[in-house]
């Protein structure tokens, strides 16, 4: 069985009320789905944050409000499942800060400058680094 990074394995509740261990193969991929909705409620809700205008208009304002709470109940899902704080933490950051960059620049006109897209390049590198840390075993 392969590692990958932040995994732990848990007994996945069944039907009966009994538990049963998933391998880790068999959990992961919903559990990187469910950061992922996390992730694009988030996008979703922060650019929704810059059309509520400071909350005066309703609309934008309950996506705000709806999508955050999506955001930090899928991220709650997806810490019960066993992935490590550190790693779904920094994916998810990496992942918005980035996405709402590129969004920024292709839908909103908004301008990236190199130093901008060096530090968005750091917050990879740091994130790769530290899902690579977390998969090499501690003696």
């Known amino acids: 069985m392969r590692s990958c990074p932040g995994r732990t394995t848990k007994p996945l509740p069944r039907g009966d009320g009994t538990a049963r261990r998933g391998s880790e193969d068999e959990r992961m991929p919903l559990t990187y789905a469910l950061l992922?909705?996390?992730i694009c409620a988030e996008v979703t809700a922060t650019l929704a944050l810059r059309s509520s205008h400071g909350f005066t208009r309703l609309m934008p304002s309950a996506a705000v409000i709806t999508c955050y709470a999506v955001a930090f109940?899928?991220?709650?899902?997806v810490l019960q499942r066993g992935m490590s704080?550190?790693?779904?933490y920094a994916?998810?950051?990496?992942?918005g800060i980035v996405s709402?960059?590129?969004i920024g620049v292709l839908f909103l006109?908004?301008?990236?400058?190199?130093?901008?897209?060096?530090?968005?390049?750091?917050v990879v590198i740091g994130v790769v680094a530290l899902l690579l840390g977390t998969s090499?075993?501690?003696h």
């Not at 109940?73 to 899902?77: E, G, P, R, T």
């Not at 994916?91 to 992942?95: H, Q, V």
């Open 109 to 122: 006109h908004e301008r990236l400058s190199w130093v901008q897209a060096t530090g968005m390049l750091t």
């Open 91 to 95: 994916l998810w950051s990496a992942i």
């Open 85 to 88: 704080v550190a790693v779904a």
């Open 73 to 77: 109940v899928a991220l709650s899902f």
């Open 36 to 38: 992922g909705v996390a």
């Open 136 to 138: 090499t075993p501690t």
């Open 100 to 102: 709402i960059a590129f």
